[in-house]
């Protein structure tokens, strides 16, 4: 049974950073692209960035490119989203995936991820 357990979300004023975690247990955490989505009140979730098995493939969302870091530490079963100049369209509840398949790049569908973590909030405020 895989888990994913994401940490590190909070409260933060506009223009402030959060770093989150995401720890995986279960099965090869390295073999596997990972993701970060995103749901903000009353919409959809949605992509926010994914980085591939091996760290080499990584892309992110438009609305977040340039502000957002992902990254992964194989060694530690972890996956991060460093999150840094925040705005109120951050406020959401995010989460993290883990692919359906071993050594992918890394996709913005989210059927694509069959483990999916509980969620961390993050809100932003002005």
């Known amino acids: 049974q895989v888990q994913l357990v994401e940490s590190g979300g909070g409260l933060v004023q506009v223009g402030g950073s959060l770093r989150l975690s995401c720890a995986a247990s279960?099965?090869?955490?390295?073999?596997?692209?990972m993701g970060w989505f995103r749901q903000a009140p009353g919409k959809e979730r949605e992509f926010v960035a994914t980085?591939?098995?091996?760290?080499?493939?990584?892309n992110y969302a438009d609305s977040v490119k340039g502000r957002f870091t992902i990254s992964r530490d194989n060694a530690k079963n972890a996956v991060y989203l460093q999150m840094n100049s925040l705005k109120p369209e951050d406020t959401a509840v995010y989460y993290c995936?883990?692919?359906?398949?071993?050594?992918?790049?890394?996709?913005?569908?989210?059927?694509?991820?069959?483990?999916w973590g509980q969620g961390t909030q993050v809100t932003v405020s002005s």
């Open positions: 995936a883990a692919d359906r398949y071993p050594q992918r790049i890394g996709y913005r569908t989210q059927a694509e991820y069959h483990y």
């Open positions: 279960g099965r090869i955490f390295s073999n596997y692209a």
């Open positions: 980085i591939s098995w091996n760290g080499g493939t990584i």
